[in-house]
Nanobody
Framework: QVQLVESGGGLVQPGGSLRLSCAAS????????MNWYRQAPGKQRELVAS???????NYADSVKGRFSISRDNAKNMVYLQMNSLKPEDTAVYYC?????WGQGTQVTVSS
């Protein structure tokens, strides 16, 4: 079955950086686009970044220039490098493929 396992979240000060990782299994990873979503308390889940099988990327306006999505098809991994973090980036971040979701990893940006 499909498994998506996120890691790398934590507490970071404003302006800091984190790198999230997602280990994927149970499907043909290198032929599929992958997504990162996030959900802040009291808000709807929103798409943060996407990467196609060919490596083309797309970002939410709120994270453009600060976040970078990448993938390693040899390892079935997708990453989200987050720089210049802001308090409003605080959320649970989820790895997504089609209708499947990881368990999420908490990112808290606070001084």
């Amino acid at each position: 079955q499909v498994q998506l396992v996120e890691s790398g979240g934590g507490l970071v000060q404003p302006g800091g950086s984190l790198r999230l990782s997602c280990a994927a299994s149970g499907f043909t990873f290198n032929k599929n686009a992958m997504n990162w979503y996030r959900q802040a308390p009291g808000k709807q889940r929103e798409l943060v970044a996407s990467i196609t099988s060919a490596g083309n990327t797309n970002y939410a306006d709120s994270v453009k220039g600060r976040f970078s999505i990448s993938r390693d098809n040899a390892k079935n991994m997708v990453y989200l490098q987050m720089n210049s973090l802001k308090p409003e980036d605080t959320a649970v971040y989820y790895c997504n493929w089609f209708l499947d979701w990881g368990q999420g990893t908490q990112v808290t940006v606070s001084s």
